[in-house]
Each structure stands twice: as C-alpha cells, then as structure tokens.
C-alpha cells in the first residue's frame, strides 16, 4: 500500500498541442482527491510522487526516463493500460490545456466495422453504450471523439439530446456514410455545428456511399461550416481518384498518409501528396500532375495530420494510493474498459 501523493506530474508526448482525454480525466480525478497537478518539468522530476505519460502517436518521442512513469496510449506498443470506471467517467480537467473552449468525450466506445488498418477492433471491441453527453459537456462546443456513433442506437438517441441542448458539434472522428438513411439525415438536420461535418472515403468502393450521404445530408437541411471527408492515402493514383471525385462534390478533401502503429515514415511521394490536397490554395489553383513535378518547393512545410490512426490517450496500470481508489489498472485484471 502507497502513501498518499501529494503531487503529480502530467506529460503529452505528442506536444500539448491537442487536448489529451486521458490527461484531463486523470487530473480532474487527483485534484478531486486534494493532489497538486502539473504538467511535467525535467527539473522538478525528483519533486514527484507520481508521474503519467500519454501518447497518441507511435512516431512522437517521449523523453522522460524509463523508470518511474506510467505510460499509456496507442502511441506506446502493446500498451494495456486502461482508465480505471471511476476515471473514465469524471469530466475532464478541460484547465490543463489553456484556450481550450469546447467539451470531449465519447458518447460511444468501439465500432462494428474492422478496417485493418485501425487499431480500434482489437483496442476497444464491439460498438457500445459509453456516456450520456451531460457527463463531460461543459462548453456549448463538444467536440465527439466516437469511431462509429450513428452504429448505436445509444448514439442516435444522444444525437436527438444534443439538438434539444443546443449544442454545438463536431463528430471529429467522423461519420460513416454507410450509416447516413433519411431519417439519420433529418436528425443531424436538427444539431448545431462549430466544425465541419467529417465522412471518410478510405477507398474507391466507399465512392457511391460518400456520394449518397451528402445529398441526403444536404436534402435534410444539413449546415455545417463545411463538408470535410478524410481521405486515407496508400497508393497515390487511388487517393487522387477519391480527392478529384469529393471536389466534384463540392466536399472538402483531408489527405491522411497511412501510417502502421510501428511509426514507419511516409514516402515523400505521400507527404507531398498530403499536402497538395491540404492546403486550400495550392489544391484549388495546381493541378496535382503539376505539383508532381515540381521538386524544388520552398519554405517550411506546415504540420500534417499525421495519419488514419485513431486518437486515443487511455492508460491502465495497478495503482494502489492509501485512502483513494486507483486511477489506472491493467487490461488482464478484469477492469471494466472504457
């Protein structure tokens, strides 16, 4: 049995730079309990009784040494650690992140399809029930993080509860244009946006899907600041013949290079790509057969997406503080996940 802690240290691996869930649930949880959080600082390491590392992205590095910290994440490989119920269900410390003024959370957990190139079949399992949208809603913004929300009926019914809110939505993972029937159109009619409206076209055969969806989506009334679609980028010829047919939709394309959970570099073939059809200026005025050519761009190259996996920032790992419960226990306990 631990002592209780009296402070914690927080470090995102990807950079701080997009809110992390997992980071903000655990340090809601601690303050709850009356302990000191911060965010990491290599000079205070010794002045920490606890420190909790999350990372998204297997590419992004994480500097802190090797004993005494708690990682979790899909970033890290084979990572099993899993928020413990009471953690995963507080509302996030949305302070930890300065300038932040929209609410995350899951309505939904898992999905019913199993793309193989996404980490979410084998990470969280079958599409469920997670959350009801008053449990993390603290801004009229609400960014959802669901990888399938239309393919539960506990999605649909929170879909409804969100227009009655008026709130104000970004299904940031997007919408699978499978899914999308009238009646689904005419309730997404009925929410309000503050992002754009996200589908994804992650290969050709998703074409008459993506292409049926809008309209019913446009018919139904639907008004979001724009029609964005994320386009999973392998083979070059396959992605532009997806990006020409979205422009054709008048649908905003996002070029997402594939990246595998080993972090393996993308070609410079599909970073080039990426970001001829990212930069709105450059797409709109260069063919791509003119971009191909052109090897001697100038200037820094802004940040991509960096690829089609999944965000997530869950952690797990025993932890047992005197008088508290856990923040974090392994898969293979029998923890509930998230």
Same mark, same amino acid.
């Given at each position: ?5 009296? $402070? ?5 691996? =990807?950079?701080w730079k997009h809110p992390n869930l997992a980071l903000m649930k655990l340090s ?11 965010? !990491?600082?290599? %000079? ?11 990372? *998204? ?8 040494? /090797? /004993? ?16 413990? =119920? ?7 410390? !949305?302070?930890? #992140? ?22 979410? &079949?084998?990470?969280?399992?079958? $599409?469920?029930?997670?959350? =009801? $949208? ?7 913004? *609400? ?9 539960? +009926?506990?999605? $649909? ?8 809110? =008026? ?9 699978? @244009?499978?899914? +999308? ?6 309730? %997404? ?37 724009? #029609?964005?679609?994320? *386009? ?6 396959? @992605? ?5 047919? %979205? ?17 393996? &570099? +993308? ?14 200026? %450059? ?13 001697? +761009? ?37 923890? &509930?996940?998230?």
């Amino acid at each position: 049995m631990m002592k209780m802690p009296k $402070i914690i240290a927080l470090h995102d691996a =990807d950079g701080w730079k997009h809110p992390n869930l997992a980071l903000m649930k655990l340090s809601a949880w601690h303050k709850a309990w009356g302990i000191t959080v911060e965010r !990491y600082a290599a %000079l205070r390491h010794i002045a920490y009784d606890r420190i909790y590392a999350a990372k *998204v992205f297997s590419w992004s590095k994480d500097d802190l040494p /090797e /004993e005494g910290v708690i990682r979790g994440g899909t970033g890290y490989e084979n990572n099993q650690l899993w928020l413990s =119920d009471g953690v995963e269900h507080i509302c996030p410390d !949305y302070d930890l #992140y300065p300038g932040v003024d929209y609410s995350m959370g899951f309505l939904t957990r898992g999905c019913i399809r199993s793309c193989p190139w996404c980490v979410v &079949p084998e990470k969280e399992g079958e $599409i469920r029930a997670h959350a =009801d $949208i008053e449990e993390f809603a603290r801004h009229r913004n *609400v960014m959802l993080l669901d990888n399938n929300v239309l393919a539960h +009926i506990h999605g $649909i019914t929170q879909i409804e509860k969100m227009a009655r809110l =008026d709130l104000k939505v970004d299904f940031n993972q997007g919408l699978d @244009a499978r899914l +999308i029937d009238k009646p689904i159109a005419e309730r %997404l009619a009925r929410l309000r946006w503050f992002k754009a409206l996200r589908l994804a076209c992650d290969h050709k055969g998703q074409m008459p899907e993506v292409e049926r969806a809008v309209k019913l989506l446009r018919a139904a009334g639907v008004k979001p600041q724009r #029609y964005s679609c994320y *386009v999973l980028v392998k083979d070059i010829d396959d @992605a532009l013949e997806r990006v020409e047919f %979205l422009r054709g939709l008048n649908v905003t394309p996002f070029a997402q290079p594939y990246r595998d959970t080993q972090g393996t &570099p +993308i070609t410079e073939e599909q970073r080039r790509f990426a970001r001829w059809v990212n930069l709105p200026m %450059l797409f709109k005025s260069v063919a791509w057969e003119n971009e191909a050519r052109n090897t001697g +761009i100038k200037g820094k190259r802004p940040p991509l997406l960096p690829s089609v996996v999944k965000r997530k920032g869950d952690m797990q790992q025993h932890l047992f503080f005197e008088g508290i419960p856990m923040a974090v226990s392994n898969a293979s306990s029998g923890s &509930p996940r998230p």
